[in-house]
């Protein structure tokens, strides 16, 4: 019986699918440079929640309008949920971008994100944590001035530290 060509190679697939997932997960061959806060999967499940874990872990992605962050107006700070201590964006460059999703015009430094090309839904630009490497949202070039850019991050991948004595804007 004479095979077609597709089915010569519809066998490779899960092996295939397999390969990819464990690269990806993993994010690089044995020996290659980690980010600082690296750890595995199974050492990050044991510390974040399972909401956080699901997003920055497994690269998922929070139901849209569901981040009490989306309405936070007060003055303050960003910080990466898995790294307590690695500021990621500042209020001042928070946006509604009417996506659902908490946006941002930049990162507080050019050293707190980095990005990674993203094939899963198209091609993307995906946000890293650079402390741990893990995933916060994606970048668009659909922002508003200065930079043009929507840094569109998951809510449930941050932790917002009011600045002391800051309250919501007053509208006129």
């Given at each position: 019986?004479m095979?077609s060509?597709?089915?010569?190679l519809?066998w490779l697939?899960?092996l ?6 464990f690269l ?7 020996g290659?440079p ?12 044991k510390i974040?929640?399972s ?11 929070e139901r849209p ?12 700070a960003y910080y ?8 990621l ?6 946006f ?11 990162p507080?430094?050019?050293?707190a994100v ?5 094939r899963?839904?198209g ?10 490497g893990?995933?916060l ?11 043009g850019?929507r840094?569109?991050?998951n809510g449930?991948a941050l932790k917002?530290i ?9 509208k006129?």
């Open positions: 019986m095979k060509p597709l089915s010569r519809l697939l899960p295939a699918a397999a390969s990819l997932t990806h997960a993993e994010d690089a061959k044995p290659a980690r980010p600082p806060g690296w750890k595995t999967a199974e050492e990050w499940k974040l929640p909401e956080t874990f699901e997003v920055m872990v497994k690269e998922g992605t309008g569901t981040s009490p962050l989306n309405k936070e107006k007060r003055t303050g990466s949920a898995a790294a307590p201590d690695q500021l964006f500042r209020s001042e460059d928070k509604d971008s009417g996506t659902g999703w908490p946006s941002f015009t930049r507080a430094s050019p050293d980095t990005e990674r090309i993203d899963s839904f091609v993307r630009t995906e946000i890293l944590d650079a402390r741990t893990l995933h949202g994606h970048v668009f070039d659909d922002g508003p001035p200065p930079t850019k840094y569109c991050m449930v917002f009011p600045r002391e004595g800051a309250a919501a804007p007053k006129p």
